[in-house]
């Protein structure tokens, strides 16, 4: 299995955030985790990525026990979030927020050589940008794009430090329904071109049911339910708790 | 083809600030009164290196006297006590600089905010009050270190410290290599990394950094610097002042870096030449000068939000890219409370 949560437990104080959950994701797969609000999917998206130590449970990633790994580390195994409130650097050009984060995977205690002169970095990061249609504004400040600019910008940055995971808190919250349908397409488009394995948080449920091969329901941090969109979308249980009341299907 | 990938801002024009500047000191002992251009250069050092850690890590030490003070004693006890020449005296200072910042960061780099600045300040405190009384016997307490023989440098070859032009230069060419060589660390992938921290810490940690080995990093250069400062400050004087590990100091280097524009490389040096020329003119006619320097300091503020480099080089920014951008430098918040 590629990732896989046994028994995964976080509690602040009395609330169980995230409750015994056992969770899998296959190479190459593109999951979705849906559930109300304070179902937990941030915090369980927050174990994963090493921001917040569990208080039990184990989580592995290719065969390797990473339950204990700060989040620093757990990016150099290979697994990178994206934030749902969008992390970028916003007095850095967008051509250096994506540069300095592809530099996280070379040494970057090098304290004379020049930062601009490393090409194959530079290549990268031109490549990313490509990736995520920002090329033509590299040169602007992160600060002044669009918000919907920022979103693709986080996801460049999260991109330029080759993951094996890419973890998406919420990659279309607050976009317009048009760039909604295009950040969709893009994230399609980068699972199939980079073969990359997605794990993606998201309330849109037109995008959870167009884009993902299996959806998971979190409810007060328990697994309600997993399988495909069109099981999840006919799901009694779901439907009520989520979905807002029960269905044809 | 490496060139063309490199965005545009980036290309030259800090480099030729930093040359400029460098060409300006060489003039500046002509101009103004050479004591004054000489402290502008040390203090101007000394504001590049607490600026390393305030401006591009994103980190707020309110101690840094000590690692200057230090740096001024050690310099100054290793000459008086142990006869050394002024180049083994520097690289003492160097040393205990960099180690007392060394144990700082490993006590209190992880903390944030308002808290390292809380740490730093009562460690620079703590070397305030050691001086000023249980080592007195070696510090001379309230009088600074005192009696330390006429200086003069003899390798390469022979200077007479004691004269300003020679002193001038002495210290100009060491302030202008330490210059280079901070550039250059912040050019270099590390720097970038540095800044990067100072935009979005829990970003840079996402994208897999050890941000508290490199604030550590940093927090020690910051040190070193400081503390070459601080020795040449000693050399300067000719005795090591008590005032050099007062609070004060570190409160006073916060206003000139903040004054002259945290988030340029240059700005915290025009800074430190603005406050003490200002200083050194109002000081000659008025008893009470503090009173006008201060109310001088709230204005420079209000005029300049983002020090006085910082809104010059926004402006001209602004200026430059008028025609397409909707809008250019976000608010960065310089505001500060200032007192003569």
């Known amino acids: 299995m590629y990732l896989e949560t046994k028994n995964l437990c976080k509690y602040f104080g009395g609330l169980k955030a995230v409750d015994r959950v056992d969770f899998q994701v296959r190479e190459g797969q593109l999951k979705s985790i849906i559930g109300p609000n304070g179902a937990g999917k941030t915090t369980f998206f927050n174990l994963l990525c090493g921001l917040y130590p569990p208080t039990s449970g184990k989580i592995h990633f290719l065969g390797n026990d990473i339950t204990d790994k700060k989040m620093n580390q757990i990016s150099q195994v290979g697994i990178t979030k994206t934030f749902q409130i969008t992390h970028v650097f916003p007095r850095l050009s967008v051509f250096e927020n994506v540069r300095i984060s592809a530099q996280s995977r070379k040494s970057s205690f090098n304290f004379w050589k020049k930062a601009d002169d490393f090409s194959e970095i530079n290549e990268r990061t031109v490549e990313i940008l490509e990736q995520v249609k920002l090329s033509d504004r590299k040169d602007r400040l992160a600060s002044t794009l669009s918000h919907g600019d920022r979103k693709y910008l986080e996801i460049g940055i999260a991109l330029s430090t080759n993951p094996k995971l890419l973890l998406l808190d919420e990659p279309t919250a607050g976009m317009s329904p048009a760039e909604t349908v295009l950040a969709m397409k893009l994230i399609r488009d980068l699972r199939d071109r980079l073969n990359l394995t997605i794990l993606l948080v998201e309330h849109d449920m037109n995008v959870v049911m167009n884009i993902s091969d299996e959806v998971v329901c979190l409810n007060e941090g328990q697994v309600l339910a997993c399988g495909s969109p069109q099981e999840i979308s006919c799901n009694e249980v779901v439907q009520r708790v989520y979905l807002g009341g029960p269905k044809e299907c | ?340």
């Open chain 2, 1 to 340: 083809m490496k060139n063309d990938l490199r965005p545009k801002v980036q290309r030259g024009a800090g480099n030729r600030t930093v040359w400029l500047a460098l060409l300006v000191c060489i003039v500046l002992p002509f101009v103004i009164s050479i004591p004054l251009a000489t402290e502008i250069m040390i203090f101007g050092l000394f504001a590049l290196a607490f600026n390393l850690l305030l401006g591009y890590t994103g980190v707020l030490s309110f101690g840094h006297a000590a690692y200057f003070g230090v740096g001024s004693y050690a310099c100054g006890m290793a000459i008086r006590y142990a006869g050394a020449s002024i180049w083994t005296s520097l690289l003492i200072s160097i040393a205990l600089g960099s180690l007392l910042a060394a144990i700082v960061g490993a006590l209190a780099i992880k903390k944030r905010g308002v808290y390292f600045a809380m740490i730093s300040m009562a460690v620079g405190q703590m070397f305030y009050f050691l001086a000023l009384s249980p080592l007195k016997r070696w510090t001379g307490g309230e009088d600074g270190l005192k009696f330390i023989p006429r200086l003069k440098l003899e390798f390469p070859f022979f200077v007479d410290l004691g004269s300003p032009y020679p002193l001038y230069f002495f210290v100009y060419i060491i302030v202008g290599i330490s210059i280079l060589v901070i550039w250059r660390i912040l050019n270099s992938p590390f720097g970038r990394l540095l800044q990067a921290i100072r935009e979005n810490e829990e970003r840079t940690i996402a994208s897999g950094y050890n941000v508290t080995m490199a604030k550590f990093v940093s927090l020690v250069f910051s040190g070193f610097f400081s503390a070459l400062a601080g020795g040449l400050f000693t050399i300067y004087l000719g005795y090591g002042p008590l005032h050099s590990l007062y609070w004060l100091t570190s409160g006073t280097i916060l206003l000139m870096t903040i004054l002259g524009g945290m988030h340029t490389f240059i700005g915290p040096v025009v800074g430190v030449a603005v406050f003490l020329y200002v200083q050194n003119q109002f000081s000659r006619y008025i008893e009470r000068w503090e009173l006008l320097v201060g109310i001088l300091f709230i204005s420079l503020v209000l005029i300049f939000p983002d020090g006085i480099v910082g809104t010059i080089k926004n402006k001209y920014l602004e200026r430059k890219a008028d025609d397409t951008s909707p809008e250019t430098e976000p608010e960065l918040n310089a505001k500060t409370e200032t007192e003569g």
